[in-house]
């Protein structure tokens, strides 16, 4: 709910308190982001606290206002040239050069639902509400409209601001923010979600000691720096204390700026990179930004991940995947690269059938010269040699199997050798006179020409319409050689975003086409994972790295910002072909079980023993689907600095997986589960999910261990128990030999519990 009086603003969602005022200058001035907070406006003068605090050698706003001191006022959006000091929202350019702006409040509006931007943008319901509200300059014709929008069951506010230029002369965008945050003291961490390619969203937390810049310059989100950042008090963890999450709406290049004032405030700042972009406005023109999400929890970072789960399900994923549970796929790539052909890949279909595979995915290779990764990208048209009854004849001999079928795409690039760069050079993103550098022998397609979208939006459109069920899109290299041949670019600055709003266009087109192919985002492997990706595809490929060990910790940085059914996990072979690290075929389900599955492998190598554990994943899958995708993911505790415990929650039921990094030899104690959000007013039965371990795999013990008759682990215990004290775990291998209850957990090693409540 949003209410206003006598100059305070009060955002208010079921479990936050979100309020500023304009100010005795008009500013609008930031109160306070908080907990649930019921206060009256004596009480918002005392959070705010007098205004009696001067500066030695700061500038003020004018004689008559010695303490108010424009580099220690908390602010809702910021520019510069008038005392403040520190990062601005907002830098633009008039008078050849002048920043100075002083942005004052003019009006506001308060409404139901959303005002909806160009896509991407969040979709709202019938508790939304939103709050514009219009500064401008003091001097020129420069407006900013700032946009509030309030989610009150996710405790999510989304932000935008709009630059709106009524001066006879152009305005040049140089800095625009879509949100602005001042803390009111600086005690805060910073914890960002950083890597690279193969090891994606990895979690970094570090005091905030100064100004911190998180930033992509690759023309995409990046796998280097996520758009994605929590905010926290120093004793937050998982599941207790205050944390603040923030993201943009977006799939550019991004700029998060955090900063500590030497007035001791802290200034959060989500925005387009301003790297090598500018963005004129001519006289009434205007730039809306794309949506930041904010949300804050007293739950720790449990909770403001649960917040982001439930937005980004509700309002960014859409269409009639939204709430449909996924298939579990088997994709052809690790499992044949580029060595494909229609006999190959239906032997691998027949085997997925088998084994209860819902979806065969046919992965790079099929289309026009691409028997390796020099050349083909851009004909976008089946290799015949490869697939003599073309698309539609392998997609009906797969359907025929009962399985859905889908296909690979990278539709931004082009290869030099191929039949669309002979007829288009002039659609590559290069300067005239320089030689492009390459990536992965690729160049990029200048995705803000109108002829490139009509080209990929017809020749995609042949291929999406033989029956096709699931489409990954791809997109292989980072952007180079910043130049686009478009003559409606102002400015060279303009292609970055422009970039970005072709791929929206194109793929807004494509989704209205084709509203029931399941699509799927990826950029080898996680290097544009989103909520802009996300609000045109329902799913995303997380990593190229399906290792074990790796993939706890990517999956667990994606976890934090990002809902289950839009982590794409596979369980793929071993050694694993990143890290060539070995694992066991069941330890590798673990982690894949928490989020969408999908199979990489070659089936065809599986013997029996390992088909049969195949078999018996996917029915644990399918008959636990809905809570892997669409339950709510924890942390929970762990007293083992070797062992991990996730834990999701169904309707109906929890599921836990330990993860255990290195076996410990002789620790001479039992693992424990505790489960602290447990019904002290219910019992639960715990069950193990019994496990496939490969006799191989235990050398020369294998023989001894197959000869045990394992006995499975169940039991029932009272809620406070479980939510208190735990439960001690079968004992794992400790170099003393097993019995029929020992647990083998061997190094990185997974097992999966199933808690069901029992009223
Ligand atoms: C990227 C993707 C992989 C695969 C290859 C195909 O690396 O991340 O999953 O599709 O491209 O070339």
């Not at 030497?262 to 794309?290: H, M, Q, Y």
């Not at 990929?456 to 291929?463: E, I, N, P, R, T």
């Not at 997109?475 to 670019?489: F, H, I, K, Q």
């Amino acid at each position: 709910m949003i209410r206003t009086e006598n100059g305070i603003f009060l955002l208010e969602t079921e479990n936050t308190s979100y309020i500023f005022r304009i100010d005795e200058k008009g500013h609008a001035e930031h109160i306070s982001y908080t907990g649930r907070i019921f206060p009256s406006s004596e009480d918002i003068a005392a959070i705010a606290g007098p205004r009696d605090i001067k500066i030695g050698d700061g500038t003020y706003a004018d004689e008559e206002n010695p303490a108010y001191l424009p580099s220690n006022i908390l602010y809702e959006y910021s520019a510069p040239g008038k005392g403040d000091t520190r990062e601005s929202a907002l830098i633009a350019e008039y008078g050849n050069g002048l920043i100075t702006l002083d942005l004052v409040y003019r009006s506001h509006r308060i409404y139901k639902g959303k005002d909806l931007t160009d896509s991407p943008y969040a979709l709202s319901s019938d508790h939304t509400e939103t709050l514009e509200l219009k500064l401008s300059d003091t001097i020129e014709p420069i407006e900013v409209t700032l946009f509030y929008t309030v989610y009150p069951e996710e405790d999510v506010i989304l932000r935008s601001a709009e630059v709106r230029n009524s001066m006879d002369e152009p305005l040049v965008i140089r800095t625009v923010s879509s949100m602005q945050l001042d803390t009111d003291d600086d005690l805060w961490d910073l914890i960002s979600f950083d890597g690279a390619w193969a090891r994606e969203r990895h979690e970094n937390r570090r005091r905030i000691i100064g100004t911190e810049h998180i930033a992509s310059r690759i023309g995409f989100t990046s796998s280097e720096h996520s758009s994605l950042f929590f905010v926290a008090r120093p004793d937050a963890d998982d599941s207790s204390g205050t944390v603040m999450g923030f993201n943009m709406i977006y799939s550019g290049n991004h700029l998060e700026r955090i900063e500590k004032s030497p007035f001791s405030k802290c200034r959060i700042l989500s925005s387009i990179n301003p790297a090598g972009s500018a963005w004129v406005l001519e006289d009434g023109e205007s730039f809306r930004t794309p949506e930041a999400i904010m949300t804050l929890s007293d739950e720790g970072l449990d909770g403001v991940s649960w917040n982001f789960h439930r937005f980004l399900s509700r309002y960014i994923s859409r269409g009639c995947w939204q709430e449909k549970e996924r298939p579990i796929l088997l994709n052809s790539w690790e499992a044949a690269y580029f060595d494909i052909t229609e006999d190959k890949l239906l032997r691998f279909a027949e085997k997925a059938a088998e084994a209860g595979i819902e979806l065969f995915v046919m992965d790079d290779g099929w289309f026009g010269r691409r028997t390796d990764d020099t050349r083909g990208l851009g004909d976008w048209f089946e290799n015949r040699d490869r697939l003599p009854d073309g698309i539609e004849g392998l997609s009906a001999k797969i359907h025929a199997l009962g399985l859905k079928f889908g296909l690979w795409v990278e539709p931004e690039m082009i290869s030099i050798d191929s039949a669309l760069y002979e007829n288009h050079p002039e659609w590559v993103i290069r300067i005239p006179g320089r030689t492009p550098s390459p990536g992965r022998h690729q160049y990029i397609l200048d995705m803000s020409r109108e002829d490139v979208i009509d080209y990929l939006f017809d020749s995609l459109s042949k291929v999406f319409s033989k029956n096709v069920d699931y489409v990954k899109w791809d997109a292989n290299r980072n952007m180079s050689d910043y130049y686009s041949s478009n003559p409606e670019l102002r400015h060279q600055g303009e292609l970055f975003h422009r970039y970005i709003q072709g791929l929206y266009r194109l793929m807004s087109k494509l989704k209205a086409a084709f509203p029931e192919i399941l699509f799927e985002f990826c950029a080898s492997g996680g290097n544009r994972f989103d909520p802009g990706m996300l609000s045109f595809m329902n799913q995303g490929w997380t990593s190229d790295n399906t290792d074990i060990r790796s993939r706890i910790d990517i999956q667990q940085g994606t976890l934090r910002g990002f809902p289950p059914s839009a982590i794409c996990c596979h369980v793929s072979a071993s050694p694993n072909h990143q890290s060539l690290r070995k694992s066991g075929l069941d330890d590798r389900f673990g982690p894949a079980a928490f989020g969408v599955l999908g199979y990489e492998l070659n089936i065809l190598k599986m013997n029996e023993n390992e088909m049969d554990a195949i078999k018996n994943q996917i029915s644990f899958y399918k008959a636990h689907r809905r809570t892997f995708q669409f339950g709510r993911f924890r942390h929970l505790p762990s007293f083992d600095k070797d062992c991990i415990f996730w834990s999701i929650e169904g309707d109906d039921e929890i599921i836990v997986m330990e993860y255990q990094d290195r076996n410990g030899v002789n620790i001479g104690r039992h693992h424990r589960l505790i489960i602290p959000f447990a019904d002290e007013n219910k019992s639960y039965r715990i069950e193990r999910r019994e496990k496939y371990i490969s006799p191989e795999d235990l050398g020369e013990l294998g023989e001894s261990y197959s000869k045990v008759q394992h006995k499975p682990f169940s039991i029932t215990v009272s809620g406070s128990v479980l939510k208190k004290a735990g439960i001690a775990l079968p004992n794992t291998f400790m170099g003393r030999g097993f019995d029929e209850n020992t647990r083998l957990m061997l190094d990185n090693s997974s097992d999966l519990f199933v808690i069901t409540p029992i009223d």
